[in-house]
């Protein structure tokens, strides 16, 4: 009975949870003692480094190739429907 409160009470998680002080890990301190000597620099939320050209003109190219596509399937459909037997 001894052996199972001494692996209860090594184990217990809520006992654990309810710590007043908890240690942070051993990353958070690495970069907290690396932050206060060289602060990182702010960078912006999804920042976009180069603009991009030409976008509309490839939206429009991918809209035709997909309609094309689908344009293909159905005239495809109806030659092997009608060429069918039944």
Not at 46 to 53: E, Y
């Amino acid at each position: 009975m001894a052996e199972q409160d001494d692996w209860q009470r090594e184990f217990d998680i809520g006992w654990a949870d309810s710590a007043e002080h908890k240690e942070p890990s051993a990353r958070a301190r690495m970069l907290a003692a690396r932050w206060k000597e060289n602060p990182p620099a702010p960078l912006p939320f999804r920042a976009d480094p180069t603009p991009v050209r030409g976008s509309r003109r490839s939206s429009w190219v991918s809209t035709v190739v997909v309609l094309g596509c689908v344009a293909a399937v159905i005239v495809l459909l109806g030659w092997a429907q009608m060429r069918s037997p039944y």
